[in-house]
């Protein structure tokens, strides 16, 4: 397929060595869908990329079951140093191709190449560097003397960063001894299903990762639901979430669900502002605002609400929204109409409830799905656009007086997923850090990621932890019992 009239960076796009349509990968190799297609299309464009076949009920019994074989006869009887070589092996290859990835990755997505370049990719890499070298080390780590693989994992991932996502869930999972069986979103499956091509030539034994697009309430439920999987690790809404844990209750399932967010970013007084303003548009606008842990609720303290709101909107006003494959892109397009019409839909509600709205001004492609970076001031805990995720770029201003009532505000969410502190006072950021009920608390910055560090939330933001040793013991049975 000929992707140079995506767009105008053909240098870019022509590394891309796409399949017109892709199937199912399962045990080892390409079989046919049985659930139907769909086109997924380039969010910038509406082009499409490519044919993508959906698995139903019997393909997702045949990943399990391919799953489970490779589980029995390949994978579970290997040496932890024998997967932590496939594992460099994985990342290896992901870094010399990380510019396919990423171009891919932009196309399919809609997020600025600048990004998918820098940080998505790169991060995938790291990724799987990290738990190749945790998987001969588990028994040095406080992890039982013998510990021992779930099994099966199902393994379900959201469309904001597909192939990160894919890297969080698969890495640690093998690492860990399972095997693997994962659904990705529907709007971006083109980097998982790429990702084959990775396992291939890393010689991963056939079965160990096996990729099933497919819609959520049919191969996402029959992942779920299906009797041989011991473990689901599922990302995405709080809605489905919540639907999961209902239909796993009172099963032995292994269950780590990471939910929606609403993300406190708290500005003091005695911040260094510019760096704050700077951390503040990382924190909503990067990725288009995509972004579980997003920063959508700035508080600043009262005293310098002004001269930072004035400064936030010049800086936002430099940024350059457009085709995310222009390396000078910042904001790119949104993933889907469906994502799009639900950040307009919210977004409607902040100036009927009192909220002022400022937009940034610029011309949007007349393709493809653009939304504006825009700031609402003047919020109050109670409005919809402070307490609703939008999962878009858009920022809600609160203003708070005391380090309390900043806590208060923040605290005062049915989420918890990340926070951020900006002060000088090191004395503040530790009470701040200790008080926030956040799974993450940034200091003086936002949206930083590392493999080695947990992540994951409290309250309607889900529970388990992904990343460092938290993320593998998420695939172990406890003390090796199992
Ligand atoms: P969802 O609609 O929940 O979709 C996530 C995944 O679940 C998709 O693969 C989806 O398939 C699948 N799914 C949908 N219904 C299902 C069902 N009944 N059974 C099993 N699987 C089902 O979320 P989204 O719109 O893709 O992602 C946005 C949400 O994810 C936001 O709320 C965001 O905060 C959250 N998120 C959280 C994190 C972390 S780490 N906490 C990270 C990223 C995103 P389809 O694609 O076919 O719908």
């Known amino acids: 397929m000929n992707l140079r009239e995506l767009a105008p960076a053909p240098e870019s796009t022509a590394i891309l060595n796409l399949r017109d349509s892709y199937g199912l990968y399962i045990d080892g190799r390409w079989v046919d869908a049985h659930g139907g297609s769909m086109a997924t299309i380039s969010p910038a464009t509406e082009k499409p990329i490519a044919e993508i076949g959906l698995a139903n009920a019997g393909d997702i019994d045949l990943a399990v ?16 140093s024998e997967r932590g070589k496939y594992l460099f092996r994985i990342a290896r290859l992901l870094q010399e191709r990380a510019r396919e990835f990423a171009v891919a990755e932009t196309v399919d997505n809609g997020k600025p190449i600048r990004e998918t370049r820098d940080i998505d990719i790169p991060l995938v890499a790291a990724w799987f560097f ?21 099994g099966v994992a199902g393994q ?11 890297a969080w869930k698969v890495a640690p999972a093998l690492a860990a001894g399972n095997t693997v069986v994962l659904k990705p979103a529907e709007t971006t499956p083109l980097t998982a299903l790429m990702f084959v091509d990775i396992c291939e030539q890393a010689g991963l034994p056939a079965g160990v990762v096996n990729i099933v697009p497919g819609l959520g309430e049919v191969a996402g439920q029959a992942l779920v639901t299906h009797p041989g999987v ?27 669900l990471e939910l929606g967010g609403k993300g406190a ?5 005695d911040a260094a502002i510019d760096e704050a303003v700077e951390g503040t548009v990382n924190g909503i606008f990067f990725n288009q605002g995509h972004v579980c842990c997003a920063g959508s609720r700035l508080l600043v303290q009262e005293n310098v609400h002004d001269e930072f709101v004035e400064k936030l909107k010049r800086r936002v006003s430099t940024l350059r929204v457009g085709d995310p494959l222009d390396k000078n892109t910042d904001v790119g397009a949104i993933n889907s109409r469906e994502q799009l019409d639900r950040i307009e839909a919210i977004s409607a509600t902040g100036e009927p409830e009192g909220a002022s709205r400022w937009t940034l001004e610029c011309a949007v492609p007349k393709a493809g799905f653009w939304f504006r970076p825009t700031i609402f001031t003047g919020v109050s805990t109670s409005n919809t656009i402070a307490r609703e ?3 878009g770029p858009v920022l809600s201003v609160l203003t708070f007086r005391t380090p309390q009532e900043a806590l208060d505000k923040a605290n005062n969410s049915p989420y918890g997923l990340s926070a951020g502190v900006w002060t000088q006072t090191a ?11 956040a799974g993450v608390v940034w200091s003086n910055t936002f949206n930083q990621f590392d493999p080695t560090s947990p992540f994951g939330g409290y309250k309607e933001s889900g529970f388990g932890r992904e990343g460092g040793r938290h993320g593998v013991t998420a695939y172990l049975a406890a003390g090796g019992a199992r």
């Open 65 to 80: 079951k391919a799953a489970r074989k490779a589980y029995d006869t390949v994978w579970s009887r290997m040496s932890g």
């Open 130 to 150: 990290h738990y190749a070298g945790w998987a001969d080390k588990l028994d040095f780590a406080g992890l039982g003397t013998n510990p021992r693989a779930l």
């Open 156 to 166: 379900i991932i959201p469309w904001n960063f597909p192939l990160l996502m894919l």
């Open 230 to 256: 011991n473990k689901i690790a599922f990302t995405g809404s709080t809605s489905v979430g919540r639907h999961i844990a209902r239909e796993l209750a009172g099963t032995d399932v292994a269950l780590t």
């Open 265 to 269: 970013n708290i500005v003091f007084d």
């Open 389 to 391: 995720e939008i999962f």
């Open 427 to 437: 004395s503040r950021m530790l009470t701040m850090a200790d008080g926030l009920r």
